[in-house]
């Protein structure tokens, strides 16, 4: 059956106001996009009859993104400019689609496939000194894992493998921290949750923080010999 | 002078990370009208946070409706949640519209729906956020008028000294007529109250303001309202009803939200009015006549509009979706032309008696989850009271075709403390849902997920129903008697939940109060009370202190039976339906004899279709 069907992936953005949905709320809003632009999506056998679509990692909520996926399984193989136009007339501005293609449909699954992802944040504040932080965030990294709270679970991140690099440079409303994380099947490095460590151990010495603002800039899959490779 | 227009959200956005659920304040959804050009700018407000509110179809309406009006804009709003509420009040940013991000307190008109009594603190504490005087008579010159609609209008009087103006019934055309008449108003530079005088000449407006509240040896303690001589105010306003209801839009909702919100999904009105005539009822006597949208007009607008909001369910609503004509038929082409796109057709509630083999076949297509009937009593003897003209053997008919055609899971809707209830009417309560029970086992199989619920609400005598001079049950009352209802449910599987009798003894002060509810109302909002409808935020501790401290005892007040010849402090208010009727209503529900459904049988003689000039339009023929 799925053999039949063609996995036509989907680039879009996550911007301005609409960075503040949750993943839950982006999934229902581009699932109801995709009706609207009328592809002919597939519908899964459960008993719940749903579209078969996946998701790339979600953000948290608040983070922007230039780089979001989606694959839907289609029916019938349309032109992908074609889908992209209909999908692009039936998207709020905020999550617009910006390229569409066929991919392999043996591929993994999308969120577990892309494996790679780069942050642009920005602290914004007062009183950041980037070597201060930088040292910080060795020694975050030096402890090996990282404890925190979501909700009112704990959580445990292994930083050895999660977190690829982390460097900050100053910037004109405090500082700016360029990101480079990795998805393993154990988990994920938010880039809040590194920050928030880090400030803990500067306490005093941290400055002062506003806001941290998140945009998720580059997704990619990593190979086994550590070569990226572009979802699109 | 008027607050200035202007786009705010940059004093919001820097509140979304600390709140929780920021999608609530966003606005852009898909369908919301951004272009807000005016020069008339409405504002409609449910006193709700947006998931409440959201789905409401009457706002939906009303907001199309404006919206078409050339040189006339209308936006939303809605009431933040608690967290969002102190860090404006914290920052001073003053409650914003959704489109445009413009101050309320900026708009010409400001429109509450009132869905129920309980959004009344909640009314407050938006007007008071916004920066508007909360009442009418506090207004200055140039402040947004304000004014208020929607199902719980009759009895508006505790919150009557807020509003400019309150429209009695059908909107689409009323609040168009309202606007317009301050639009032009405002035009020539006519003075606040003189605005006021002419929107009493608007058919269906009722402006408090001009009214005296009297008490005398014909009324209850809490008075009547009379017009003030020279104001010209009717001495009873009438409601506005939309006799072609299939002349209007089929397909209000345009709008799809980004949050899950309370019903998700696509509605389609396909009737509006339901002349069943049960006796509690408000809605039902409030909404007639009946008007049903033909079943083309339904499929159509049901494949439209999924087509256009992207929606994979739509509802088909009304107050009883089962009794529409062409019910089954519509069910079925809606579930043809929808095949194979993974939609669901959902109703929202089933009549007993009109839930027939075929539609238990046709609703929600693959996803059959619950099903909901409303009993509303245990014993034959008390449905022939209220008028709920469905048997013991309706109920069992239903859920034996629920069951065949594949669902498991059934919910109960029953009421306690109707007139003339007895012990014996209450322990029959968990009898029948025992015996749904067993032929939910002996149909499905004994250990196949089969679950049924019975939840059992305070009944609240309401106006402009046969049961308005009803004392509501005292609240020791009501919790011995679901005791009573709780010990004699043998089977553990049945799972039981009845309402909170604080909230509905609230609900029921605030039911039949004249205008001295709104003494009531203030304090409990100054005290603190706030989305008195959520089980997580109402404090009954609140509310009486606040009945306390205006000399009023909330048992008392709900609890008080009224003389049936009394004038009430709503009469100046009519849905159309008589007095008359009303009480020979009461008198034949004392009796237990039952009246029959006017589109089933012969006129009632109600008195809304003589005195409003419309009729029942009934495309089919109700079985
Ligand atoms: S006037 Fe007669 S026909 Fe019209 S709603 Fe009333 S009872 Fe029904």
Redesign the interface.
């Known amino acids: 059956m799925m053999d039949s069907l063609h996995r036509l992936r989907v680039e879009y953005g996550k911007d ?3 960075a ?3 993943h ?2 982006v999934i ?2 581009v ?6 632009a ?1 592809l002919p999506f597939s ?1 899964g056998n459960g ?5 078969r679509i996946q998701f790339s990692q979600a953000l948290p ?2 983070a922007s993104s230039a780089c979001e996926y989606y694959d839907v399984y289609l029916e019938d193989r349309i032109d992908p400019d074609e889908a992209l136009e209909l999908l692009a007339a ?1 998207t ?3 999550l617009a689609p910006v390229r569409a293609a066929y991919v392999d449909p043996h591929q993994d699954a999308l969120e577990a496939w892309l494996t790679r992802a780069t942050w642009d944040c920005v602290l914004v504040g007062q009183g950041l000194a980037p070597v201060a932080w930088t040292r910080a965030t060795a020694a975050v990294r030096a402890k090996g894992s990282l404890r925190y709270l979501r909700g009112d679970k704990e959580k445990t991140v292994q930083l050895a493998s999660t977190l690829v690099s982390a460097d900050f440079s100053p910037s004109e409303e405090g500082l700016r921290l360029a990101l480079e994380t990795r998805n393993t099947p154990e988990g994920s490095l938010r880039p809040g949750v590194l920050v928030e460590a880090a400030r803990e151990l500067l306490g005093a010495e941290a400055g002062i923080m506003d ?1 941290l603002r998140v945009r998720r800039v580059w997704q990619s899959h990593e190979e086994t010999d550590g070569s990226l490779v572009e979802p699109l | 002078m008027r607050a200035k227009r202007e786009d705010l ?1 940059p004093l919001i ?2 509140l ?2 600390k709140v929780e ?3 609530r304040y ?5 369908g919301a009208c951004e272009e807000q050009d005016g020069p008339f700018h409405v504002c409609l407000v449910y006193a709700d946070v947006y998931e409440v509110g959201q789905p409401n179809l009457g706002l939906a309406i009303l907001y199309k409706c404006i919206n078409a009006v050339e040189g006339m804009s209308c936006e939303r709003a809605y009431l933040p949640w608690t967290d969002m509420i102190s860090l404006m009040r914290e920052r001073g940013v003053p409650l914003l519209s959704l489109e445009c991000a413009a101050p309320l307190a900026s708009f010409d008109v400001v429109g509450f729906t009132l869905a129920h009594e309980l959004v009344a603190t909640n009314v407050l504490e938006t007007l008071d956020l916004a920066g508007i005087p909360l009442t009418s008579a506090e207004r200055a010159e140039d402040d947004p008028l304000v004014v208020a609609g929607g199902p719980s209008v009759w009895n508006c009087e505790p919150l009557a000294p807020v509003f400019d103006a309150v429209l009695l019934g059908d909107g689409e055309e009323g609040l168009v007529d309202i606007c317009a008449a301050i639009r032009d108003c405002r035009d020539v530079g006519m003075p606040r109250q003189e605005i006021l005088l002419r929107l009493a000449q608007v058919p269906g407006v009722y402006v408090p303001s001009l009214y005296d509240v009297v008490v005398d040896e014909t009324t209850t303690r809490w008075g009547k309202a009379v017009p003030r001589e020279g104001t010209g105010a009717p001495a009873v306003v009438r409601k506005r009803c939309m006799g072609d209801f299939a002349g209007t839009d089929p397909l209000a909702q345009d709008i ?1 939200p ?3 919100i309370v019903q ?1 999904r696509l509605a389609v009105e396909v009737l509006r009015g339901c002349a069943r005539g049960c006796r509690f009822c408000q809605a039902g006597m409030t909404y007639r006549p009946v008007r049903e949208r033909p079943a083309e007009q339904v499929v159509t607008a049901a494949e439209e509009g ?7 369910e739509v509802s088909l609503t009304s107050l009883s979706t089962t009794d529409h004509s062409q019910c089954a038929q519509i069910l079925h082409e809606l579930n043809a032309a929808t095949a ?3 939609v669901r057709v959902s109703i929202p509630s089933q009549r007993l008696d009109s839930f027939g083999v075929e539609m238990a076949g046709e609703v929600a ?3 059959r989850s619950g099903l909901t009937f409303a009993p509303e009593a245990g014993t034959q003897r008390l449905r022939d009271v209220i008028n709920k003209n469905v048997s013991e053997q309706d109920l069992e008919t239903a859920a034996t075709n629920a069951f065949e055609h594949g669902w498991r899971r059934m919910k109960l809707y029953y009421m306690m403390g109707l007139p003339t209830e007895t012990d014996e009417d209450v322990v029959a309560i968990p009898a029948s849902a025992e015996r749904v029970m067993q032929l939910g086992r002996r149909i499905v199989g004994p250990h196949k997920g089969v679950a049924v619920s019975i939840s059992v609400a305070v009944f609240v005598p309401k106006a402009h129903t046969p049961f308005q001079w009803c004392g509501q049950l005292w609240p020791e009352e009501v919790e011995r008697r679901q005791r009573i209802l709780v010990g004699s449910n043998h089977d553990r599987a049945i799972r039981v939940t009845y309402h909170d009798a604080g909230t509905s003894l609230v609900e029921g002060a605030v039911s039949k109060l004249g205008r001295r509810g709104f003494d009531l109302v203030y304090r409990a909002w100054e005290l603190g009370c706030l989305f008195d409808a959520w089980t997580s935020e109402f404090r009954l501790d609140l509310w009486r202190q606040a009945a306390a401290d205006v000399g009023l005892d909330l048992a008392d007040v709900a609890c008080e039976q009224f003389e049936l010849d009394a004038v009430l402090p709503w009469d100046h208010t009519s849905p159309g339906v008589s007095k008359g009727f009303l009480q020979r209503e009461w008198r034949r529900a004392m009796q237990g004899v039952t009246t029959p459904d006017c589109t089933r049988d012969s006129c009632q003689g109600c008195g809304v279709c003589p005195s409003l000039g419309v009729d029942n339009v009934v495309w089919g023929e109700r079985s």
Not at chain 1, 31 to 36: E, G, L, M
């Open positions: 301005d106001r609409l503040y949905l949750g839950l709320e229902g809003t699932q109801r996009s995709v009706r609207r009328g519908i008993f719940a009859r749903r579209m909520v608040g039936a709020p501005p905020g806001t | 959200f956005e820097p979304l990370s659920r920021p999608s966003l606005d852009h959804e898909w799809v980004y949050l899950g998700d999924l087509a256009r909001t992207g929606y994979d194979g796109k993974g297509g693959a996803k």
